[in-house]
């Protein structure tokens, strides 16, 4: 860092490491790129008419810094969707028609907004032969996330025709479609090319044998194995032991036959643990990757359902968090269609002991309903809406795959919230609305942590870096510019130019305060994030500084390397006293 001065003027300009950029994880999705240090050029130009001694102290300071976000819970979002007997969202209320309630106990709603996301329209054609202006950069992703490990053959062969007859039917040139499944052993990104698409849902096929017994002797279901090791259900004890004997022709203790059972429950638990570590994985990740898309964002699950075992609970919750931080709805689409349990042939399945195949159809039939309870939790939990029950997959992909008209988010922060993890169910209903269909959040966990002003403050730079909001607080004018010094490569200038007059600064001693952090970054023509920095200019204005610079503002500038292409350019400033923010969009085209 030097302070260079010349002409009764001082810039202060600094070239950041590579590992100062905007650095956001992206799991096993896809790796962000990041600009190295040659391709970010020191760009702080700072307007002045005063001179500085070498002896006092610095009035204006940058840095270029880190971007990390953690999320919390302490405001606990729960978004609403109000739908009439039709199945429309409607969207004609207000906060006090709500009621909420944490386990039970009636809470303040402190936060209310509506979410109103409307169909886009198709461009109308131009009138005259103008030059073609940049296409519109997307602004709705909608990904397809196929549970590979626990959808049947013939139940996956049916939702992929249904997905892609769905897929090619959508006309919206401002959709970008992904395609993913839990095991991660199909991967598509985000593209408007549906030939892209379409092969990628061809090669989608069923993984391991997840509904099956991961052992021959005695032969197992998931449920049953959790009731047994872990709940340690004695009817599920005395069968598997009867299974035991029939199925090793031994004669053997009752503890022998227990300890060999146990053994079996336990290989088909860690089977069971692996995918949904996996499948939980997959969704964050993809959560992750989707909360830097600049626009609505939906994801399609579609499984045949699964058990949740109550050791990855936490981790189920927050990934619901993280979906709610970063606005990404969930809607979960049942494989099976109108599924009519049959408990002597799931029973069949997982006995080689007519004894037991009464209580085993009984456990079959536990089973199916807690795989449906997932389904429908996930679903639940982040606003989205569970689809079940009907033959019709191309009406249940429609369902899926659109955003409700009006979405409600209540927000409350839990008084007297113990940081102990523990579960807390939700509650929401409306006054007075009879005949009016709730799809709510249904609980939370609480977090084994605490939150402070620092890590609130980058999360709020993140939601507004990675959504589509113009914010006016402060006022701010971007310039954006670029050069080519090759057919393949340019050089985008992002410069903000900020009124410093509206935001307020804190008297300390000598100088007046402030922090102003600026975002900038770019984004391709299907929305993925490209790259993008982050610079924090401390001000430390003496008084007659700072009346000059009232007048003068403050122009804060990065360059970015890019080729050619369509670019959506983010800009966000947030100051650090008075907590207000400006965010704007620009595009560039690089011919």
């Known amino acids: ?47 002045c008419g005063y001179a500085q001694s070498a002896q006092s102290a610095p009035e204006i300071e940058s840095k270029t810094t880190p971007l990390t976000f953690n999320s919390k819970v302490y405001l606990v979002s729960v978004p609403v969707v109000a739908r009439d007997a039709g199945g429309h969202a409607m969207g004609n209320f207000e906060r006090q028609d709500f009621e909420l309630f944490d386990n039970g106990k009636p809470q303040i709603v402190s936060r209310f907004e509506v979410e109103r996301f409307a169909g886009i329209a198709a461009p109308a054609p131009a009138a005259t032969a103008a030059p073609a202006a940049p296409p519109a950069p997307p602004d709705r992703f909608v990904a397809y996330l196929f549970d590979d490990a626990h ?10 025709d249904a997905a892609w007859r769905r897929i090619s039917s959508s006309a919206n040139p401002a959709e970008r ?82 300890f060999v059972a146990e053994n079996a429950a336990k290989t088909t638990l860690a089977l069971a643990d692996r995918y949904i570590r996996e499948s939980l994985g997959t969704l964050d990740a993809l959560i992750r990757k989707m909360s830097m898309m600049a626009g609505q964002r939906t994801v399609v699950m579609v499984s045949d359902g699964f058990l949740m075992l109550d050791d990855r609970r936490q981790d189920q919750s927050a990934v619901f968090e993280r979906a709610l931080r970063a606005n990404v709805v969930i809607n979960a689409l049942d ?43 996930t679903a639940s939990a982040t606003g989205g809406r569970f689809i079940e029950g009907s033959n019709d997959l191309d009406a249940g ?45 249904r609980g939370y966990y609480a977090p084994h942590y605490s939150e402070n002003s620092a890590e609130r403050a980058k999360e709020e730079i993140a939601e507004a870096f990675f959504s589509r909001e113009e914010i006016h607080d402060i006022p701010v004018v971007m310039q ?11 050089t985008i ?99």
């Not at 080689?352 to 449906?372: H, P, Q, Y």
């Not at 008209?405 to 007075?432: C, T």
């Not at 984004?523 to 610079?549: H, P, W, Y």
């Open 397 to 441: 992909f429609a369902r899926a795959a659109e955003t409700p008209e009006y979405v409600y988010v209540l927000g409350f922060a839990p008084q007297d919230l113990k940081l102990d993890g523990k579960y807390h169910s939700l509650k929401v209903a409306l006054r007075n609305s009879k005949g009016i269909a709730i799809e709510a959040r």
């Open 177 to 258: 479609i992904a395609i993913y499944t839990t095991t991660g052993a199909t991967t598509l990104d985000f593209t408007s090319d549906r030939d892209k698409v379409h092969e990628a849902l061809d090669a989608i096929h069923p993984q391991a044998p997840i509904t099956s017994s991961a052992i021959d002797c005695p032969p197992m279901s998931i449920n049953m194995a959790d009731l047994l090791w872990n709940k340690k259900d004695p009817t599920a004890y005395s069968d598997a032991e009867s299974d035991v004997v029939a199925c090793t022709h031994m004669p053997m203790t009752a503890d022998e036959a227990d």
């Open 1 to 47: 860092m030097e302070l260079r001065s010349g002409s009764g003027c001082a810039v202060l300009c600094s070239t950041p490491p590579a590992h100062t950029l905007l650095d956001m994880p992206a799991g096993r999705v896809r790796p962000l790129h990041r600009v190295g240090a040659a391709g970010l050029l020191c760009s702080l130009a700072l307007t």
């Open 480 to 490: 954006t510019q670029f050069f080519k010094s090759t057919d393949e490569k340019a």
């Open 493 to 591: 200038s992002v410069a903000a130019k900020v009124d410093i007059r509206q935001i307020p600064f804190r008297k300390e001693g000598d100088r007046n305060r402030n922090d102003l952090t600026v975002v900038s970054g770019l984004f391709d023509q299907d929305g993925n994030f490209v790259k993008g920095t982050q610079k924090v200019v401390a001000m430390r204005l003496l008084d007659a500084t700072l009346q000059s610079r009232l007048n003068a503002g403050l122009t804060v500038s990065a360059t970015f390397e890019a080729a050619p292409g369509n670019y959506l350019v983010r800009l966000v400033v947030r100051d650090a006293e008075g907590r207000m923010m400006a965010a704007q969009n620009g595009a560039i085209e690089i011919p």
């Open 335 to 377: 494989a099976r269609a109108i599924y009519v349990l049959n408990p002597v042939g799931e029973a069949s399945e997982h006995t080689i002991n007519s004894a037991t195949i009464g209580d085993k159809g009984r456990f079959a039939n536990d089973a199916a309903l807690a795989d449906r309870a997932v389904m429908a939790e």
């Open 151 to 160: 959808l049947r053959f013939d139940n996956l062969a049916r939702v992929r």
